[in-house]
């Protein structure tokens, strides 16, 4: 079976266990059956599929925004060659700097990750929450394509987005550095080395708490 039938296959089958379920509710029904993921994701560049994941942090939380669990990886790209030109003032990569890391490989990145979701969420469903959430999906999806295995191993079908739900407030600061103006809350850090995926998934659940705040 070729790796794209399996990913699908796996897809398939996971999705169609989630609504086959008897006892499956929803989040309004059931909301202690469910988590949130606070995802964010540093990268070698802005093209998923060509460009790669470097690192990601992640938050575990309740739906109220109580923190459960946190992680953060970083990851050594299979092509360092690619990475775009700015991206070393962005979030300081260097590959030397990152094997002193330890940074893992795709592979072990992956394992990490559903060993670390296996150990924290249970039964209960999760959704993953990010800012930016077409770009952070996508980058989590070729990361576990990489390793033959899908995503969705981790996260509930819908994705979402605290843009939208800041939107839906009034709020129309799309940058995170002017939403967090907005709210009153302390921006991530910008300086290359201090900004990673976990300042990241740090700032998306405190601005998540202050969206529900209002």
Do not use: C
């Not at 992640?58 to 669990?69: C, N, Q, R, S």
């Not at 992956?110 to 980058?139: K, P």
């Amino acid at each position: 079976m070729s790796t794209l039938a399996k990913l699908i296959l796996i897809n398939t089958v996971a999705l169609g266990g989630l609504w086959a379920q008897d006892d499956f509710r929803l989040p309004a029904d059931a909301p202690n059956d469910w988590l949130l993921a606070f995802v964010d994701v540093e990268t070698t560049g802005l093209v998923p599929g060509y460009h790669e994941m470097i690192d990601i942090g992640v938050v575990l939380a309740e739906l109220d925004g109580t923190e459960l669990a946190r992680t953060f990886i970083r990851i050594m790209p299979d092509h360092p060659e690619r990475t775009s030109p700015e991206v070393p003032a962005i979030n300081g990569f260097d590959v030397d700097k990152w094997r002193n890391y330890g940074a893992l490989s795709t592979t072990q990145a992956v394992d990490s990750l559903v060993a670390f979701y296996g150990q924290h969420t249970g039964d209960r469903q999760v959704l993953m929450v990010s800012y930016n959430s077409q770009f952070d999906a996508a980058f989590l999806d070729h990361l576990f394509r990489s390793a033959n295995r899908s995503w969705r191993e981790l996260h509930y079908y819908f994705v979402l987005d605290l843009p939208s739900m800041a939107w839906s407030l009034g709020l129309r600061h799309l940058w995170g550095s002017r939403l967090s103006e907005a709210l009153g809350i302390k921006d991530e850090p910008h300086t290359p080395d201090e900004h990673t995926g976990i300042t990241g998934a740090d700032l998306n659940i405190r601005v998540y708490r202050e969206l529900l705040a209002l």
